[in-house]
C-alpha cells in the first residue's frame, strides 16, 4: 500500500510538543500555591477527608521537587488559614500533625536539596507538637541556600495586616520613626513574609476562584492561575501548564 503523507498533521504535533516545552526565560520567582480540594478528592473515591490530606501532604514534597527542577526560588503554601479552625476537631488535629509528619517523612531529602523551610502566619499559638517540629527544621535548614519552601501555616491575610498595624503604632509610640516616615516598603516589611519577594504566580487548585485571605497585600501584582483539579492530583504536567501561561502574560504593574 502506499504512503500517504500527511504534512499537515506533523506540523499539528511540532507545535504541540513546543507549547509543552518551559523556557527558561521569564519563570516566576515566588510562587504561591491554594492547595484546595483534599476533602473532595477523597470523597470521589469513598475515603474518608483525612486521606485527601494525607495525599496532599505527600504531593507538597512531589511539588516542592518540580518547583526546584523550574528554578522557583520562593514556594509559599497555604497549609492551614485562620478560619479552618472553624472545622471539626477531629479534622483541625489531623492538620497539625501533618508538618510534623511531612517533617518526619521528608526533611532529610528536602536537605539534601537545600531547601529552607520558613513559615508565615501566628506561629505561637499552634500545638507544641506542630511547633516543635517545624521550629527544629527552620533551625536545620536556616543556613541552606535553595529553594524556600514557605508554609502559610495559621495564616490570614487581614490578622496579618492588623497585626502589622498594632506593631506599627507601637513603635511609633516608642518613637523608633514618626508617621510620615511610612511607605508600602516599610509597612510590607511588618508583614509575616518581611522582606520576601512578592509571589509573581499565584495558583489555586480544585475550581474555586477566590483568594480566601491569602496573601491581599503581597498579591497586588501577581498573576493568578486557576485549575479545576483537586490538591492531590495536581502534578508536573499542570505545574508546567501554570508556568507555560505565566511567560504568556504581559505584567505592566499599572503602565503601558
Ligand atoms: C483545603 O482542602 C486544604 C487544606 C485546608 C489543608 C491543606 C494541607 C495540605 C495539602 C497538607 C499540608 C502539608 C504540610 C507540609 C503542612 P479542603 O480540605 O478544603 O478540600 P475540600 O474543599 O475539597 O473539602
Redesign the pocket.
Known amino acids: 500500500m502506499p504512503m500517504i503523507k500527511l504534512p499537515f498533521l506533523k506540523k499539528k504535533t511540532s507545535k504541540v510538543k513546543q507549547e509543552n516545552i518551559v523556557s527558561q526565560d521569564n519563570l516566576p520567582e515566588h510562587v504561591a500555591i491554594i492547595?484546595?480540594?483534599?476533602?473532595?478528592?477523597a470523597?470521589k473515591r469513598g475515603l474518608p477527608?483525612f486521606a485527601?490530606?494525607k495525599e496532599?501532604?505527600d504531593?507538597?514534597k512531589t511539588i516542592v521537587k518540580v518547583a526546584n527542577k523550574y528554578n522557583v526560588k520562593i514556594l509559599t503554601?497555604?497549609?492551614?488559614?485562620t478560619e479552618?479552625w472553624k472545622r471539626p476537631k477531629k479534622e483541625i488535629d489531623y492538620?497539625m500533625k501533618?508538618?510534623m509528619e511531612?517533617l518526619n517523612t521528608y526533611l532529610p531529602e528536602l536537605i539534601e536539596e537545600n531547601v529552607q523551610i520558613q513559615t508565615i502566619g501566628e506561629f505561637d499559638v499552634l500545638p507544641t507538637h506542630t511547633k516543635s517540629a517545624v521550629q527544629k527544621a527552620k533551625n536545620q535548614t536556616k543556613e541552606n541556600t535553595g529553594l524556600i519552601l514557605n508554609?502559610a501555616?495559621n495564616y490570614g491575610s487581614r490578622y496579618e495586616i492588623v497585626q502589622a498595624i498594632k506593631k506599627l503604632v507601637d513603635d511609633i509610640d516608642k518613637q523608633d520613626f514618626q508617621l510620615g516616615d511610612i511607605n508600602e516598603e516599610m509597612f510590607g516589611n511588618y508583614l509575616y513574609t518581611g522582606d520576601l519577594r512578592d509571589p509573581d504566580l499565584l495558583i489555586r487548585t480544585?475550581g474555586?476562584i477566590r483568594l480566601s485571605n491569602f496573601l491581599l497585600w503581597q498579591s497586588a501584582y501577581t498573576e493568578f492561575w486557576f485549575t479545576d483539579v483537586?490538591?492531590p492530583d495536581f502534578n508536573e504536567n499542570i505545574f508546567k501548564k501554570a508556568l507555560i501561561d505565566y511567560q504568556k502574560r504581559k505584567r505592566r504593574y499599572g503602565g503601558i
Open positions: 492547595m484546595d480540594g483534599n476533602g473532595r478528592w470523597n477527608r485527601g490530606h496532599g501532604m504531593n507538597v503554601l497555604y497549609a492551614f488559614s479552618n492538620l501533618l508538618p511531612f508554609i501555616l480544585s474555586e483537586f490538591w
